[in-house]
């Protein structure tokens, strides 16, 4: 788990790299959010050419909308909750499954100004990343503020993002 005090860049500059860096490989991304509310798919439209990289996006905030933009089962669900780890990354899998896409992206939390119903405090994040690369990390905001910890989310779910894609830049660079 992680703690949120450094400086994150804007949702535009992160979306302009990651979709520069998907356009350079031929790549798509698929993006399942619940409480950032949709502020990752709009950073990622905002690009002009987005038709090029991004396969669709979905607001899954409840077991409702999981069941029917997902097509999530209870047998999906089964000994797992969502704010966690495992959800999102279940959710980025599942949306990269059905948009065929070359990156599924999830996110699941507690914007606030209230905790979650499962007892986590406003501000706690699981953000997943599912591609050539699989990984997913805990955020705790420390702020109760709803629409912050919105862009809070979104900025952290295209961080770790970014960071999968310069991960395998690096990777790929043949060495001098």
Aim: glycine share 10%; charged share 20%; net charge neutral.
């Amino acid at each position: 788990m992680s703690d949120a005090p450094h400086v994150l860049p804007p949702l535009s500059m992160l979306a302009t790299r990651i979709a520069a860096s998907l356009c350079a490989r031929g790549q798509t991304v698929a993006v399942a959010e619940s409480a950032a509310g949709g502020l990752v798919s709009a950073a990622l439209l905002a690009v002009p050419g987005a038709s090029a990289f991004f396969r669709g996006g979905a607001v899954v905030y409840s077991r409702r909308a999981g069941k029917a933009l997902l097509g999530l089962r209870a047998a999906d669900l089964a000994g797992m909750r969502g704010e966690t780890e495992p959800f999102a990354l279940l959710v980025a899998t599942r949306m990269r499954e059905n948009l065929h896409a070359s990156w599924g992206l999830g996110e699941s939390g507690a914007a606030g100004p209230s905790g979650s119903p499962y007892g986590d405090a406003p501000g706690r994040v699981c953000v997943a990343v599912v591609g050539d690369t699989t990984t997913s990390r805990t955020v705790e905001t420390g702020e109760a503020d709803r629409s912050r910890n919105m862009d809070l989310f979104a900025r952290h779910l295209l961080c770790l993002f970014d960071e999968v894609l310069r991960s395998q830049e690096t990777v790929s660079r043949p060495s001098p």
